[in-house]
């Protein structure tokens, strides 16, 4: 995971730290896997084999939870930043007219018209 994060970090400090837990994350596994070849192996002792096997996978769990020293959301986005809240404007208020003159209505009769 910390190849992916070093490969798509926008910050320097993230990508050379996650290069460097990447690094260290193959080498625990390396010798976690050279424990594994040896478990069966009584010259070492079981028990100490499994003490260092359970050593190096704590380790492995510490390099997998490495936080980012930057945030991983984009600084320079518009909508992290506070704006002005939006004011509405003030209502307009429109008075009904007063006593509309009444128009006179013609009714013209299709047959009358011709």
Do not use: W
């Amino acid at each position: 995971m910390s190849r992916l994060r070093a490969t798509l970090s926008n910050s320097p400090l993230d990508r050379s730290i996650q290069t460097q837990v990447a690094a260290a994350e193959r080498a625990l596994r390396s010798a976690l896997q050279a424990c594994m070849n040896v478990r069966n192996d009584d010259t070492y002792g079981r028990a100490n084999v499994a003490r260092v096997r359970r050593d190096l996978q704590r380790a492995l769990g510490a390099t997998q939870s490495v936080r980012r020293a930057s945030p991983s959301f984009d600084m320079g986005d518009k909508d992290l930043h506070p704006t002005e809240p939006y004011e509405r404007p003030e209502e307009v208020v429109v008075e009904p007219e007063e006593e509309a003159e009444e128009a006179e209505v013609v009714v013209v009769d299709a047959e009358d018209a011709s």
